[in-house]
């Protein structure tokens, strides 16, 4: 709670045009805004462009910020915005080559090659499904969390959750048979 306050209290203090409380906003939430947008865009130069989007869009409409969702919400939605207004621009992403297992114990080499399949095959979900599963999974948010941030009932949210897994998983197995 005391974390909520400060943050709208910084919000408040952007409103107002003290750059060093954006600052401290991005040092508390630039990490976590990065990696929810670096799943959404797929590469790390947009993630890293939308970031830059987000703050601009925070600093102009700060004052607009009214208390009726926590801070870290409001922040998301705005992230959320500016990752659709640039990725509807952009052409979907071609789908990756598939991939086989040669060892089954991965060393260094082959886990991160795994983690590139996982990054490609998060790459192939819509974005819609791609969001929920970042906020849900990697921001740890509860179902009401994304649903104030993406503006749509909690049920959506469980049903895009549940299609975004088992599309995950049918492209991941896909590669692995």
Same mark, same amino acid.
């Given at each position: 709670?005391?974390? +909520?306050?400060?943050?709208?209290?910084?919000?408040?203090?952007?409103?107002?045009?003290?750059?060093?409380?954006?600052?401290?906003?991005?040092?508390?939430?630039?990490? &976590?805004?990065?990696?929810?947008?670096?799943?959404?865009?797929?590469?790390?130069? +947009?993630?890293?462009?939308?970031?830059?989007?987000? %703050?601009?869009?925070?600093?102009?409409?700060?004052?607009?910020?009214?208390?009726?969702?926590? &801070?870290?919400?409001? %922040?998301?939605?705005?992230?959320?915005?500016?990752?659709?207004?640039?990725?509807?621009?952009?052409?979907? &992403?071609?789908?990756?080559?598939?991939?086989?297992?040669?060892?089954?114990? &991965?060393?260094?080499?082959?886990?991160?090659?795994?983690?590139?399949?996982?990054?490609?095959?998060?790459?192939? %979900?819509?974005?819609?499904?791609?969001?929920?599963?970042?906020?849900?999974?990697?921001?740890?948010?509860?179902?009401?969390?994304?649903?104030?941030?993406?503006?749509?009932?909690?049920?959506?949210?469980?049903?895009?959750?549940?299609?975004?897994?088992?599309?995950?998983?049918?492209?991941?197995?896909?590669?692995?048979?």
């Amino acid at each position: 709670m005391e974390t +909520t306050r400060a943050d709208a209290a910084l919000l408040a203090a952007i409103g107002e045009g003290d750059t060093a409380a954006l600052h401290a906003l991005y040092e508390r939430y630039g990490g &976590p805004l990065f990696g929810f947008l670096y799943r959404l865009a797929g590469d790390r130069g +947009t993630a890293e462009e939308i970031l830059q989007d987000t %703050l601009l869009a925070v600093w102009r409409s700060a004052h607009s910020f009214q208390g009726r969702s926590s &801070p870290s919400t409001w %922040l998301f939605g705005v992230a959320r915005r500016q990752a659709h207004n640039r990725l509807r621009l952009m052409p979907p &992403p071609v789908p990756a080559e598939p991939y086989e297992l040669a060892d089954p114990e &991965p060393g260094p080499e082959e886990a991160a090659v795994g983690a590139e399949r996982v990054q490609r095959a998060l790459r192939r %979900l819509p974005l819609q499904q791609r969001e929920v599963l970042a906020l849900s999974v990697l921001e740890d948010l509860s179902h009401q969390e994304i649903a104030e941030i993406l503006a749509i009932p909690v049920g959506t949210v469980k049903s895009r959750l549940h299609h975004a897994r088992a599309t995950l998983r049918g492209c991941l197995d896909e590669r692995v048979s």
